[in-house]
Structure formats: C-alpha cells, structure tokens
C-alpha cells in the first residue's frame, strides 16, 4: 500500500470523516500531520496542495484533495486503485 500523509488538525470533522473513509477502504497506516500544532507544516502543507483548508490527503506523491475530493474519487470509483496497485 502507498504511504499516505493527511495533513489535519485535531477537531476538524472532515479530517474525521476522511480517516473513517480510508480506514473503510482497507487502509492501516495513515500519516497524520498535525499543521495546528506546527505553523510550518501548515506553509509546506499550502505549498505541496495550493489549498488552505484541512484535510489535505495525498496518496504516495499524487495529491487528491480534501474530503469532498476523496469522495467524490471515491465514488468514481479511482479510489481503491490507488490504495491497491
């Protein structure tokens, strides 16, 4: 499985929600990035997505969104070949 790195802060329900998501989809192993406890990782954050908002989700180096991104893929069906190469 890729890695994967959520850029998130801690009371954020989309954060949850994409979590929940990934979890049901078969993932073990998220990367959460806490850009509320660390100011810079909120400027790398902003660089890598050219997004302000949480969450930020990226599968190995391919950028999908925020939660509504990750649904909507998700529902498109692109989703799990990504998590499953």
């Known amino acids: ?5 959520m850029y998130c802060t ?3 329900p ?6 929940r998501l ?3 989809r078969g993932v073990t192993e998220i990367e959460k990035i806490r850009v509320d406890l660390d100011p ?5 954050m902003e660089q890598r997505s050219r997004r302000r908002t949480v969450p930020q989700i990226f599968i ?3 950028h999908i969104g ?10 498109a069906g692109g989703l ?5 190469p």
């Open 14 to 19: 989309c954060c949850i929600n994409a979590e």
């Open 80 to 84: 799990l070949p990504l998590l499953n």
């Open 66 to 75: 925020g939660f509504d991104d990750m649904v909507e893929l998700d529902q």
């Open 10 to 12: 801690a009371v954020c």
């Open 22 to 24: 990934l979890l049901r």
């Open 1 to 5: 499985m890729p890695r994967i790195v």
């Open 60 to 62: 190995g180096d391919r």
């Open 40 to 44: 810079e990782q909120r400027v790398i």
